[in-house]
């Protein structure tokens, strides 16, 4: 019962409603989520169970991919769909060509304001509770890499504008201010109407079981053993039995050259620990020997 399990989570349930529920499933407290998916996306929600729960802070910063469609025309104050209206623009003269160019701007490492309705914390509280307080939030911009700005279609109907695009992007990325920046950038203003998350690292939205195909197969829920789940996130490094004791027990080895963190694996393939190198010593960032 230690690994990950992958979710297709619908839309209307948060992250955490996710973890409650594979909490009852998996018969574990042991639970918590790779990455959040705002409550309206569907799509991949890795799931740590038990031990595995330590390999989620690697999960989460691996990169992500999306199926989206951006709305021009509209602005809301969430950047999505749930937020309320704040201004209307007729997005109707916006060329194809001006959408090319808007979409090309938000391509490459760009430094991106998170939206203001956001978890993300200024002073000790999350920005999404202060704008319900009524207070005005800006975020400082912070780095991200978006790879791929696909443009799949475009619907033109009356005054708005609704674009199908497939993203893929850095850890930490919001693909509601890529629409809000997309908006800004055509002066009509853009938010998101809906988003599904179709990868996360090297996993795919093919891999991903619904909630009520779980509840079928609990509490044998668990999708990837440990060791496969560090396969898929992590390099990986094969160690000698002599050297899988002595990190069992948090010593170090000799440096492989890997660029770290990596996997090491026991001669019988299991996970033995999360390893980086530094001052000449691979050293454990995490121990996950069997009990």
Do not use: W
Not at 248 to 265: K, R
């Amino acid at each position: 019962m230690d690994g990950l399990v992958v979710v297709d989570k619908p839309g209307g349930m948060t992250s955490h409603d996710v973890v409650s529920r594979m909490r009852r499933l998996a018969r574990t407290r042991r639970v918590g989520h790779g990455g959040t998916l705002d409550p309206m996306a569907t799509g991949v929600l890795v799931i740590g169970v038990n031990r595995a729960t330590r390999l989620l802070t690697y999960v989460i910063g691996t990169r992500k991919r999306y199926l989206g469609t951006i709305r021009l025309g509209v602005s809301t104050v969430t950047d999505d769909a749930e937020g309320d209206v704040v201004a209307s623009v007729p997005a109707s003269g916006v060329t194809d060509a001006a959408l090319a160019d808007g979409l090309a701007a938000l391509r490459g490492d760009i430094m991106q304001a998170p939206s203001a309705v956001s978890a993300i914390k200024v002073d000790g509280q999350r920005a999404y509770k202060r704008v319900r307080a009524g207070e005005e939030v800006a975020l400082a911009p912070r780095p991200v890499t978006v790879s791929r700005l696909d443009l799949l279609a475009v619907r033109r109907d009356g005054d708005v504008v609704d674009l199908d695009v497939d993203v893929e992007c850095t850890a930490g990325t919001y693909i509601r201010a890529l629409a809000r920046d997309l908006g800004a950038g055509l002066a009509v203003g853009g938010h998101l109407t809906a988003l599904r998350r179709t990868a996360v690292g090297g996993i795919d939205i093919a891999e991903a079981s619904t909630l009520d195909a779980l509840e079928q197969r609990a509490p044998d829920v668990v999708g990837l053993p440990m060791a496969d789940a560090a396969r898929r996130f992590l390099p990986a490094r094969e160690a000698t039995a002599d050297e899988a004791k002595v990190l069992s027990h948090g010593g170090f080895l000799d440096p492989a050259g890997i660029a770290g963190p990596y996997g090491v694996f026991a001669p019988d393939g299991s996970l033995v620990a999360v390893v980086s190198e530094r001052d000449g010593r691979a050293r454990p960032e995490i121990v996950l020997a069997p009990a």
